[in-house]
T-cell receptor, first 116, second 113 residues
Framework: DAGVIQSPRHEVTEMGQEVTLRCKPI?????LFWYRQTMMRGLELLIY????????DSGMPEDRFSAKMPNASFSTLKIQPSEPRDSAVYFC??????????????FGPGTRLTVL | GENVEQHPSTLSVQEGDSAVIKCTYS??????FPWYKQELGKGPQLIID?????GEKKDQRIAVTLNKTAKHFSLHITETQPEDSAVYFC????????????FGKGTMLLVSP
């Protein structure tokens, strides 16, 4: 398996623009997580899905953030409108509860977002 | 909710020395404690984990210890090598389906040749 795939790897945009981050989890994994990483706040969980259903979005900072998982192999995190304080690295992770190592989360390479 | 404190935030050692990173957690119901390593430009990767029914676990040069009474756990790296240089994160969670990981703020380990 190729692991968790994220695109784009880098995104530079201007304040006010819409940004869409994409994630393809590992095939067969039933959980998908979106994290944001900054120097100040570390790794923060934004939202997670189980079998494509959002379970907890309490970490989503504002209504400007939204996430979807239309099927088991694809998820998006959208920021509209983007602001400079959204600049961070966004990670997607997945895990499978049906394996002996069901607690292990597998992280993608991340998307580095810069909002000017 | 769970709160995980990690220290030190940075750690510099000479190649061959040992490195120790410590974490404390707040929720006594937590029973799964993984450690992740993040290399520059990459996502975190699990390197070792421990569950509450075990006090210590080893895997070659790395080991984790857990003290449930004191609610703290530690990562020990022996005979450090330059390729051990990375950011290390501890985390805690309950061992249930909907459980999520709460991460510490990370420790940047620098191993000098």
């Amino acid at each position: 398996d190729a692991g968790v795939i994220q695109s784009p790897r880098h995104e530079v945009t201007e304040m006010g623009q819409e940004v869409t981050l994409r994630c393809k989890p590992i095939s067969g994994h039933d959980y998908l997580f979106w994290y944001r990483q900054t120097m100040m706040r570390g790794l923060e969980l934004l939202i997670y899905f189980n079998n494509n259903v959002p379970i907890d979005d309490s970490g989503m900072p504002e209504d400007r953030f939204s996430a979807k998982m239309p099927n088991a192999s694809f998820s998006t995190l959208k920021i509209q409108p983007s602001e400079p304080r959204d600049s961070a690295v966004y990670f997607c992770a997945s895990r499978s509860t049906g394996t002996p190592r069901g607690n292990e989360q597998f992280f993608g390479p991340g998307t580095r977002l810069t909002v000017l | 909710g769970e709160n995980v404190e990690q220290h030190p935030s940075t750690l510099s050692v000479q190649e061959g020395d040992s490195a120790v990173i410590k974490c404390t957690y707040s929720d006594s119901a937590s029973n799964y404690f993984p450690w992740y390593k993040q290399e520059l430009g990459k996502g975190p990767q699990l390197i070792i984990d421990i569950r509450s029914n075990v006090g210590e676990k080893k895997d070659q040069r790395i080991a984790v210890t857990l003290n449930k009474t004191a609610k703290h756990f530690s990562l020990h790296i022996t005979e450090t090598q330059p390729e051990d240089s990375a950011v290390y994160f501890c985390a805690a969670s309950k061992n249930s389906g909907y459980s999520t990981l709460t991460f510490g703020k990370g420790t940047m380990l620098l191993v000098s040749p």
